[in-house]
DNA sequence: CGCCGACTTGAATTCCTTCAAGTACGGTGG
DNA sequence: CCACCGTACTTGAAGGAATTCAAGTCGGCG
């Protein structure tokens, strides 16, 4: 609360920028909201399935996944979250959240009343207007990972995947998309394409032997995109050139 | 466009009215969308990936589904779609569809032109609220669908699949829960679940041997619905008791 | 220096796919 | 009325992709 929301809530504000033409009472407005930082560590809760939650995590620096479990144990991300993403924003119109929310690296989040989202985006038609295309990206990317998940081979899998957080880390402004290392483990890589982190390990090796990456210390780096989205049949499309 | 919106458009307000508390002057608005119906056969498309739609397809009755595909041509359904629902909202806003939209059973469609469905979620803020909460609740549906066919084993999957499709057609106030034909072919159920229909046609008859559905002449029919929930692990929740 | 978490590698196993060859049924036309 | 045809379902057998289990290795941190 204390500091200046131009400054801390910028990513969100760049964020809704992509979705929608804010005019300056807009970014005011946005700029205005309550909010209170945290700071959280690599593996933290930010919000439990079931929970009824009457704020909404806005993700400023590091990175979060939405993920979900069955009942033997069996954990499926199903979004990874960068700087400026909503992380729960379903919880402005439902209150029970239907999956986990956990930082897989250090992070900082700017929470902001629930309410105040809602009113803004009834107040602001642009503001309500972003938010709503954001939902539908959501989904779109959603839909694309049924389809991932459902119907690619490990190899096309595992691609697919590191190129869609590629293209969203260049869409958010965050690195340049030769070449660095990725802020996901093998295993965070398995929870998100349905396969065992074994698998994925003689997978990243099978992506290496192509020359799409480079596996050093266990970090991933892409070092031919072009060819990655060869093997991914990646078509980035579905994410709207907004996510 | 010569019916009465209060007949035909019937389904859909009292899909809305699910989504949200409508008052008389709401329902009015939605009643008076123009509209022209059509008529279509089983397998028929609505509308096919990559089109710009201006128009927003309204599920009257029948069934249909949306789906996508890989250049190797795997199919992945996506989700399926009953009366009243929207087929492609998303198109209000994103104006490429990133999926087909196909009917599973002849139906019959009213075609409402996007900027209607646009101008109504700005003028009326709660069928705008009841558009959004939709498109949530839609999403909220996909990260259950990348849970299913990312970590379930393949009874489980595919009774998950059939648990939601009864209970949002109960919800839909479309059939009885109680010992009714599923409107699917093994085929769309492999189609939906990432599953060969060759297995879908083993795991079937594993569930008729549990005692939880029956399978007669191809047809599928839920007759142990509680333990149908037990073997798929199914809790209803993340459909918000308004899909 | 030792421990811990994450990655690596091999071998056995399992679940599901693919291929192939049927069967059953509803619709169509003679 | 019946023969034909196509579609959807059924069943068996072989093969393959990914999992599981188990035993390492590597590097960072206290």
Redesign the pocket.
């Known amino acids: 609360m204390a500091a200046d929301g131009y400054d801390v809530l910028g990513p969100l504000i760049r964020k809704l920028e992509r979705l929608a033409e804010l005019n300056d009472a807009d970014r005011r407005v946005v700029a205005g909201l309550p909010f209170t930082m945290e700071d959280v560590r ?2 933290d809760y930010l919000v439990r399935e079931g929970e009824e939650a009457a704020h909404c995590a806005v993700l400023i620096t590091g990175y979060a996944c939405r993920h979900k479990t069955t009942r033997s144990g ?1 954990r499926q991300i199903v979004s990874f979250h960068m700087s400026g993403d909503i992380l729960n924003l379903q919880q402005v119109l439902l209150p029970r959240a239907d999956h986990h929310v956990q930082a897989t690296t250090d992070a900082t989040v700017a929470w902001v009343p629930s309410p105040a989202l809602k009113t803004m985006a009834s107040d602001r038609p642009t503001i309500g207007e972003a938010l709503w295309r954001d939902t539908l990206i959501d989904a779109s990317i959603f839909r694309e990972w049924v389809l991932n998940v459902g119907r ?4 096309a ?1 595992v691609a697919h995947m590191l190129c869609e957080f590629t293209t969203r880390m260049e869409a958010a402004g965050l690195e340049t998309p030769q070449s660095f290392y990725l802020p ?7 929870d998100a ?13 099978a992506l290496q032997a192509q020359g799409a990456i480079v ?6 780096r892409v070092v031919d995109p072009e060819r990655m989205r060869g093997i991914a049949e990646f078509d980035p499309a579905y994410l709207q050139a907004a996510a």
Not at 152 to 155: A, I, W
Not at 184 to 190: F, G, K, V
Not at 197 to 205: F, G, K, P
């Open positions: 690599k593996h069996g690619r081979n490990s190899t899998r996901l483990s093998q295993e965070q890589i398995a394409t349905g396969l065992s982190a074994v698998h994925v390990n003689r997978t990243l090796h596996v050093q210390r266990g970090q991933v």
